[in-house]
């Protein structure tokens, strides 16, 4: 079946607009994340779904940045006020508990966010 | 609180050399693990994981990891490079029950002719 799309690919923004990316999971997956990879590092934590509990924004770096999803499906990462520090690759995942709570995560291909 | 270090950032190895990428973790709880890989260009992959059971865990392209609770460690290991292996190598853990992945910083394999 289709894996974790996202969107755009590719954004490049003005410093102080605000971006909104999109995560698609994979149908049927519960618990969706999103993460952040700055050039030469690791991925970072930002924000969980699961189900109909309360998101984990415990990774979320500042109160620009915030995220919505809409029951299981799309999720939208919002940032606000964009600076360059946060010129980076949003990857989203998306995984399902039902089977035993693996915690096997999907990962879709990134969105290149390039704030000049 | 729970971190992961990647002792290498680069590895440099010939071809059919063996390799040895490794990673520490610390947690207070019980932990599941995982080593994913990104080609060049590519999205994030799952190359393999630990979950319970035999310690020594096998992916489909001859790498393994052996889980070390003593030591806390999760070693990848391959006893043959091939150039289309080079990429870059993440190690991961997350507690059981829970939800977000912590990765360490990633270690570059570079394979040469």
């Known amino acids: 079946g289709a894996g974790v799309s996202q969107s755009p690919s590719n954004k490049v923004t003005e410093k102080g607009k605000d971006v909104e990316l999109r995560c698609d999971p994979i149908?049927?997956?519960?618990?969706l994340y999103w993460y952040r990879q700055r050039l030469g590092q690791g991925l970072e934590f930002l924000i969980y779904?699961?189900?109909?509990?309360?998101?984990?924004k415990s990774g979320l770096p500042s109160d620009r940045f915030s995220a919505e999803r809409t029951g299981e499906s799309v999720s939208t990462l919002t940032i606000q006020r964009t600076q360059q520090e946060d010129s980076a690759v949003y990857l989203c995942?998306?995984?399902?508990?039902?089977?035993?709570?693996?915690?096997?995560?999907?990962f879709g291909p990134g969105t290149r966010l390039t704030v000049t | 609180a729970q971190s992961v270090t990647q002792l290498d950032s680069q590895v440099p190895v010939f071809e059919e050399a063996p390799v040895e990428l490794r990673c520490n973790y610390s947690?207070?709880?019980?932990?599941?693990l995982f080593w994913y890989v990104q080609y060049p260009n590519q999205g994030l992959q799952l190359l393999l994981k630990?979950?319970?059971?035999?310690?020594l865990v096998e992916s489909i392209n001859g790498f393994e990891a052996e889980f070390n609770k003593s030591q806390t460690s999760f070693h990848l290991r391959k006893p043959s490079v091939h150039i289309s292996d080079t990429a870059e190598y993440f190690c991961a853990v997350t507690s059981v029950g829970g939800g977000k992945l912590i990765f360490g910083q990633g270690t570059e394999l570079s394979v040469k002719p």
């Open positions: 947690s207070s709880v019980s932990v599941y």
């Open positions: 779904f699961q189900g109909n509990s309360a998101p984990d």
């Open positions: 630990y979950l319970s059971g035999s310690t």
């Open positions: 995942a998306s995984s399902s508990r039902r089977t035993g709570g693996m915690n096997e995560q999907y």
């Open positions: 149908s049927g997956h519960t618990a």
